[in-house]
């Protein structure tokens, strides 16, 4: 009996496989494989991706902390700035004050210098006027007023 089940068996093989039903079942069970491993493919990918988005992810994070920090400090500057403006302000009008006294300062000095310069050179003037005219008046040629000789001698 054994024997008839096993030639029943190789028979209705042998029909299935005449009748093609076989061979889409094969084709159909390496389709299933197929996607099976296409699929485990994907996942696999999206497995070795996963470290690179969660790196990606952090990054952008971290990027935008930054941004955030940079706009903070921004701000903190305006306030500082804001802050310290009247002082400024006033630093500015007592360094313009200093300046136009140190200003006024250098044309007096430059004032004086110039009297200075011009008493000397009328000092020196009147020395080398008083020479000559003693140079004159030794050599005979002098001026025949004396009351301009007097004038000259007080000098």
Do not use: C
């Not at 485990?40 to 971290?62: D, G, N, Y």
């Amino acid at each position: 009996m054994n024997k008839l089940l096993e030639y029943g068996r190789k028979a209705w093989f042998i029909v299935r496989v005449m009748s093609g039903y076989e061979e889409r079942r094969i084709r159909a069970y390496r389709l299933h494989l197929q996607d099976k491993i296409r699929k485990a493919q994907a996942k696999r990918e999206e497995v070795k991706k996963l470290p690179e988005q969660v790196i990606l992810s952090e990054v952008r994070r971290m990027v935008e902390e930054m941004q955030g920090l940079n706009r903070l400090l921004e701000e903190t500057e305006a306030k500082i700035e804001e802050h310290f403006k009247p002082i400024d302000e006033a630093a500015n009008r007592i360094i313009n004050l200093q300046m136009e006294k140190e200003e006024r300062r250098m044309k007096e000095m430059m004032k004086i210098a110039h009297e200075q310069a011009m008493m000397q050179r009328e000092a020196t003037m009147r020395s080398i006027k008083s020479s000559n005219q003693q140079e004159i008046n030794r050599s005979g040629l002098g001026s025949e007023d004396p009351a301009q000789q007097a004038q000259e001698q007080k000098k």
